[in-house]
């Protein structure tokens, strides 16, 4: 990082002065920013003549007082405290009075920082990412004492080195990572407690929200004892039981299994360094159940996510029964789904033949009776329990024996529709994300009383669906929205508690993480009322106080401002 750092700032024109413990440190540093940058040569980022210049700008030493002459000292130490006020403290003996200090430091207390110097008004949070010479964005951490002028300053120096700056103030994790680790927290204490195995954990997360990589193999790429560091010094300063580091990655860093750097973490890598990650034996799937044979399905409901459905096994090949509450809406679905095979057409994705082929596979009814020949029926109504069982119990008294009866549900318990049937054994979850033809990613969710072969039924079709399933329990949030809604919630108190901005939020977890979006813009997308519904579903669930809703999102329902749909949410919409 320190050497990253002192190329982009070289590259900007400035002399560097580069400080290491010893002269063996030192030489290898120099090599490292001659290596980087002979990279960027052979990749024409820079001439062969920037290249001479920008390290005729650059000097590396082991002596401390060298740093006497520079306007601004940034400090890239491990990520121990004492380690670094003791450097702070000797730096401010060397330095003349108008020096900034700047800390590098990820989630150290700033404040604690300056308060072994004589000049805490002068000293700033300076916060790269990894890699410096890539990563655009920087997080410029003010405390309570630093000075508005040295904020601002050291905001318009990242800004010359072609970085986007966003302010934060002095809390745990900052921006980016007090809202990263407490996800990847979560994230590693599910995959602790059994709830669904690694594999499925990282692909929930990268194909149900357009991550670029999930929370575990992240967790191996940042380090398992740097994660549980950040999370330890998160805690000391919020006392949020989420902060607490999950046990296993105390385990692994004890065990010496680090992630990447190590060769070995949650997953196991081809070699210390590499990102090869060697399969394990897989021993479950030799016993698993032979799933019940499927050959026509029925889709209840006429919206947006019922339609999408209908279409996926339309064009798997499956005969597909569509049923609304009216004939007319049944219609109304199909003409709908016709649409949208059109535009798949139109953006030559797919061949008339196959469209006309997918639209005959499909019947329009407003009779539930119709589906007594269906092998597999799915709701995708309302999200409201009372309707969900009142459907599910009709189905009961509708459909042949040995018919897989799933509910779409994103929150609400699998079970409570299981047990207005009487056959709790034949109901399992099937969450498919919106919109359900583009989206790869179906959450398979069993309950205490679903039949292995039914859950082997739906694993089966997910195949022949081409899309991936992910295996979880029945509680709330299952896997995605289980650890996506927390991490809006984090998101929302930010701006509540007037941290943050929502556009320096958005942009630094879009910059930071390399998220699709940031967390405000997604809000917008899903809907706060909808986002409030499964916040406190997961609240009323798991109990945990960190949960409860933040009361700026109650507010804006409340108000009806409810994201995109109504024209104003967290930000304003251009409406229609």
């Known amino acids: 990082m320190g050497a990253g750092i002192a190329e982009i700032t070289a590259r900007s024109g400035r002399r560097v002065i580069g400080v290491e413990r010893d002269a063996a440190a ?249 990102s090869q990650v060697v399969p394990e034996q897989q021993a479950a799937a030799a016993g698993r159940a032979t799933g019940r044979t499927v050959r026509s399905v029925g889709v209840c409901g006429s919206g947006t996510m019922a339609t999408g459905i209908a279409e996926v096994f339309a064009k798997a090949g499956y005969d597909v029964l569509l049923v609304a509450r009216s004939q007319e809406k049944a219609d109304r679905a199909k003409a709908a789904l016709a649409k949208s095979l059109d535009r798949m057409v139109a953006k030559g994705r797919l061949a008339e033949a196959d469209r006309d082929a997918a639209l005959a596979r499909v019947t ?73 033809p583009a989206m790869r990613l179906v959450e398979v969710v069993s309950t205490v009383l679903t039949a292995e072969d039914v859950t082997a039924t739906v694993l089966e079709v997910c195949a022949s669906i081409r899309k991936h399933p992910v295996e979880c329990g029945d509680r709330a949030g299952f896997i995605v929205n289980a650890l996506l809604f927390p991490y809006l919630n984090d998101a929302v108190r930010m701006v509540e508690e007037h941290y943050a901005s929502v556009d320096d939020v958005d942009t630094a977890m879009r910059l930071g993480c390399g998220y699709p979006m940031g967390p405000f813009a997604l809000l917008d997308v899903v809907g706060l009322d909808v986002s409030l519904t499964i916040e406190k579903v997961l609240h009323g669930e798991f109990r945990e106080p960190g949960l409860a809703p933040a009361p700026l999102l109650e507010h804006l329902v409340a108000a009806g401002c409810l994201g995109r749909k109504t024209g104003r949410g967290f930000r304003d919409h251009a409406r229609g």
Do not use: W
Not at 388 to 400: G, H, I, N, P, T
């Open 364 to 436: 329009g009814s407003g009779s539930l009776d119709d589906l007594a020949g269906a092998d597999l029926v799915l709701e995708a109504v309302a999200e409201d329990l009372t309707v969900k069982q009142e459907l599910f119990a009709a189905l009961d008294k509708v459909c042949r024996p040995g018919v897989v009866l799933a509910t779409t549900t994103s929150s609400l318990p699998v079970i409570r529709c299981a047990t207005a049937t009487s056959r709790p054994r034949d109901v399992v979850g099937m969450h498919f994300f919106n919109p359900a």
């Open 26 to 274: 030192a030489e290898a540093a120099l090599r490292r920013i001659e290596e980087s940058t002979a990279h960027s040569v052979e990749r024409s980022r820079i001439s062969a003549d920037e290249r001479a210049a920008l390290l005729a700008r650059i000097s590396v030493t082991h002596e401390l007082a060298a740093v006497a002459a520079a306007q601004l000292v940034i400090e890239e130490l491990p990520e121990e405290l004492e380690l670094k006020r003791e450097l702070f403290a000797e730096l401010d003996r060397i330095c003349p009075a108008e020096t900034v200090l700047a800390t590098g430091t990820t989630a150290l207390s700033v404040t604690r920082i300056a308060a072994a110097t004589a000049r805490p008004e002068r000293v700033v949070g300076l916060h790269f990412f990894n890699p410096a010479p890539v990563m655009e964005l920087v997080e410029v951490v003010r405390t309570v004492l630093t000075s508005a002028d040295v904020a601002e300053a050291a905001a318009g120096f990242t800004r010359d080195l072609g970085k986007s700056p966003v302010a934060a103030g002095d809390r745990p994790g900052f921006i980016v990572n007090g809202l990263l680790f407490a996800y990847l927290n979560q994230a590693a204490a599910m995959f602790e407690s059994r709830y669904a195995t690694r594999e499925d954990i990282d692909a929930a997360m990268r194909l149900g929200c357009g991550l670029p990589m999930g929370p575990l193999a992240l967790l191996d790429l940042i380090g398992v004892d740097t994660a549980k560091t950040v999370l330890e010094a998160m805690y000391a300063q919020s006392h949020d039981r989420l902060h607490a580091p999950a046990p296993i990655l105390g385990q692994l860093a004890s065990a010496g299994l680090l992630g990447r750097k190590t060769g070995r973490g949650f997953y196991t890598y081809a070699a210390p360094g590499s």
